[in-house]
């Protein structure tokens, strides 16, 4: 029986409001988490699993997930990029135990089943038996036999995989109106600089909604709006594709009059008039874009966040463990002709971003609040009409349509 038919329709409906209206049963229930995994990480989507720079070399692999399935991915020795579940085809054991390397072919270390750089099954210890006794059929072949493969696409250096035959092409799923954003960022080679990885108490859709919500950035964030690196009276706006699914949201500068009009008589805890940092240069900004912006936080459907932040960029994969549970994967980079100067620079600005980070520290916190007080009253719902009920673009920061966007789109996908 397939997750479809597990969830019981007659018990779960969509609140009639549509998408202001999300219910808590969403966040929980086991029975839609593994419905999502067979309709969005399994189904006709393209999942974000890694950058081109990671594997530049013959031989490389990295180890990831779509959605909670084991997958690895690697470069062949003629440079083209493969991707397989990492589960081998005789007792489903991981084949690849390591999280990145350089090797020419992925053995199982159970049983020593062995496989090249495309997954497919190329050695077999004891296929004729010891001494004329046991082994295998002589019509054994293992030509036939290979690990699961997924369709592979990149665009501006970033890959990603689908375990859908019939899925549209990459360039068509990400959309005329968000490529520019990518190619804004992805413009040149880029240098991998380091990682960091957060394990987080919540379902991995409140942090969907976290990267599409930019009402809170400048109320839950104190370094945000103390040091006007993102308030909600920036200028900028939300701009999503035709379905809704990605969306792009940017924040630029004014003046800090004008910024701080909004917060002073407020009285919100997020803006200290006397906080200063010990290490001003932690703020210091090299001009690198042709749009300057403060941030820009790029979410494409289902598990991608490019972030700018200033001038540190990283990519966010968002990795489902359970319904109370995902892993966050930070990747930062810069470009491969920085300087010393701004290598340092992008380096120390990885600070803002993290588990620890100035900034991002409270995401995960957040979400974990969350998760805890929506257990019980699954009939509940959370309440997304700021900024109107519409599904449509903001030209300001203090709106959720963004939010509705996601939700517009997951309730098609998943059939509710």
């Known amino acids: 029986m397939n997750s479809t038919a597990r969830i019981n329709e007659a018990e779960f409906r969509w609140p009639v409001e549509g998408v202001t209206r999300v219910p808590y049963q969403v966040f929980t229930d086991p029975d839609i988490y593994a419905r999502e995994q067979e309709r969005i990480f399994r189904g006709p989507v393209w999942n974000y699993v890694g950058l081109e720079a990671e594997l530049p070399n013959p031989g490389d692999y990295k180890a990831t997930f779509v959605g909670d399935t084991p997958i690895v991915m690697s470069r062949d020795k003629d440079g083209s990029l493969h991707a397989f579940v990492n589960r081998c085809a005789h007792r489903g054991a991981l084949v690849c135990r390591e999280m990145r390397g350089n090797r020419a072919s992925h053995v199982c270390a159970y049983h020593q089943w062995s496989y090249d750089l495309r997954g497919n099954l190329i050695g077999v210890p004891f296929r004729r038996g010891i001494e004329g006794k046991g082994?295998?059929?002589?019509?054994?072949?293992?030509?036939?036999?290979?690990?699961?493969?997924?369709?592979?696409?990149?665009?501006?250096?970033?890959?990603?995989?689908?375990?859908?035959?019939?899925?549209?092409?990459?360039?068509?799923?990400?959309?005329?109106?968000?490529?520019?954003?990518?190619?804004?960022?992805?413009?040149?080679?880029?240098?991998?600089?380091?990682?960091?990885r957060q394990f987080i108490h919540a379902n991995w859709k409140l942090y969907a909604e976290n990267t599409r919500d930019s009402y809170h950035a400048s109320l839950l964030h104190l370094f945000h709006t103390t040091f006007g690196i993102y308030r909600s009276s920036q200028g900028g706006g939300l701009f999503m594709d035709e379905s809704?699914?990605?969306?792009?949201?940017?924040?630029?500068?004014?003046?800090?009059?004008?910024?701080?009009?909004?917060?002073?008589?407020?009285?919100?805890?997020?803006?200290?008039?006397?906080?200063?940092?010990a290490d001003p240069s932690l703020l210091q900004t090299h001009k690198e874009f042709e749009m300057e912006l403060t941030n820009s936080i790029h979410s494409i459907f289902p598990c991608l966040v490019a972030q700018q932040i200033l001038n540190t960029l990283a990519t966010r994969q968002i990795l489902p463990k359970r319904p109370d549970a995902f892993e966050l994967l930070f990747t930062f980079f810069g470009y491969a002709d920085d300087d010393e100067t701004m290598q340092q620079q992008r380096i120390k600005q990885a600070n803002f971003v993290g588990p620890a980070g100035y900034i991002s520290m409270e995401d995960g916190y957040a979400a974990e609040i969350e998760q805890q007080a929506i257990v019980h009253d699954q009939d509940a719902c959370s309440f997304l009409e700021l900024g109107g009920t519409d599904v449509a673009d903001a030209e300001n920061l203090v709106s959720e349509a963004a939010m509705r966007g996601f939700w517009q789109y997951y309730r098609e996908i998943m059939g509710f």
């Open 244 to 277: 809704r699914r990605h969306c792009m949201g940017r924040a630029f500068k004014r003046t800090e009059a004008a910024e701080l009009s909004a917060y002073q008589d407020a009285n919100l805890r997020t803006y200290q008039k006397g906080y200063t940092l």
């Open 135 to 196: 082994g295998y059929a002589a019509d054994f072949d293992p030509s036939t036999i290979s690990l699961r493969k997924l369709q592979v696409a990149t665009y501006t250096g970033l890959i990603f995989a689908s375990f859908a035959t019939e899925v549209e092409p990459l360039e068509d799923y990400l959309g005329p109106s968000q490529r520019p954003w990518l190619e804004r960022v992805f413009n040149r080679p880029i240098r991998i600089l380091g990682y960091a």
